[in-house]
């Protein structure tokens, strides 16, 4: 009884896990900081105070304290999937392609839902802005999103001091179509990469992404992971800081069961350690679509 090549099927998950256009690209990767499934980091302190023609010496002195942080690696996994003649799948790249496709796509959505839920905040706060949309009614109840909105949000970034380059959008596919609504010339290419890089509005660049969360548009609280949508639950579209965002990915782990006799086939199953967090619960933001 032969084993499969672990090393094969496994890289061949992890190719291309995070697409191009992926929000995940544009996070703190902090996968190197991993170990046993964990990500140690620390809570820091204030910032110094910085001093203009300062005549009074000795300069004062402030300890910072740091407040260690210990993460721990959430545990993605896939359900099983029975091969048929898995070494000869081995050998040919388009038959384990076929195999492997299934457990990636799966992994990857789980891990981009779960980070985009992540990355908006729960209300909204001076640090975390969460505004509403005010266009006009889209035909199911809702208020557009138009550049107005964009604007306020870049405004409340805009306050908390946020490099341009670091601000990220990403619109939920309803925003996207009231963009271009708004103005066929001017946003019907709002999410299009130029050499590798998103496009830029009103200071931010401009993603996408299918599953952004949820709120209770009464309450104006996000949604728990999840949760079933109800008579007050709207979509929404987010906005991070790239220096306030991470993401780690840890261990994957391949299961096999070789000839397995009920079967009369190789069984195989995957799972992986993943989390992905805002740092300090700064700079991230939401547009919740308004109910009309």
Not at 86 to 98: H, I, T, W
Not at 159 to 164: A, G, Q
Not at 267 to 278: Q, S, Y
Request: glycine share 4%; aromatic share 10%.
């Amino acid at each position: 009884m032969s084993t499969l090549n672990k090393q094969i099927w496994i890289s061949q998950i992890m190719e291309k896990f995070y697409p191009e256009a992926s929000f995940l690209n544009f996070a703190k990767d902090m996968s190197e900081n991993v170990e046993y499934d964990k990500i140690n980091l620390a809570d820091c302190g204030f910032d110094p105070e910085v001093l203009i023609n300062n005549t009074t010496y000795p300069i004062a002195v402030a300890e910072r304290t740091d407040t260690p942080l210990s993460i721990e690696l959430s545990l993605y996994e896939t359900e099983n999937t029975l091969v048929r003649s898995p070494q000869a799948v081995e050998l040919a790249y388009d038959k384990l392609e076929s195999v492997i496709y299934g457990h990636r796509m799966a992994l990857r959505a789980m891990a981009g839902n779960k980070s985009a839920h992540a990355y908006t905040p729960t209300q909204d706060t001076a640090n975390t802005p969460v505004l509403i949309t005010t266009g006009d009614n889209n035909g199911d109840g809702f208020k557009r999103l138009v550049p107005e909105d964009i604007l306020k949000l870049k405004k409340r970034y805009d306050l908390l001091e946020v490099p341009f380059e670091n601000r990220y959008l990403v619109l939920d596919p309803n925003h996207v179509e009231d963009l271009i609504l708004y103005d066929l010339k001017a946003f019907k290419d709002i999410t299009d990469f130029k050499d590798g890089q998103p496009n830029r509005f009103a200071g931010f660049n401009i993603l996408q992404y299918t599953r952004t969360a949820k709120f209770d548009f009464t309450t104006r609280q996000k949604l728990p992971f999840g949760a079933v949508a109800g008579a007050n639950t709207v979509f929404s579209s987010f906005s991070f800081s790239s220096e306030e965002v991470m993401k780690a990915m840890g261990d994957m782990k391949m299961y096999e069961k070789i000839d397995d006799p009920e079967q009369r086939a190789t069984i195989v199953g995957f799972d992986m350690r993943f989390i992905a967090l805002p740092i300090r619960n700064k700079a991230i933001g939401a547009i919740m679509a308004s109910k009309v």
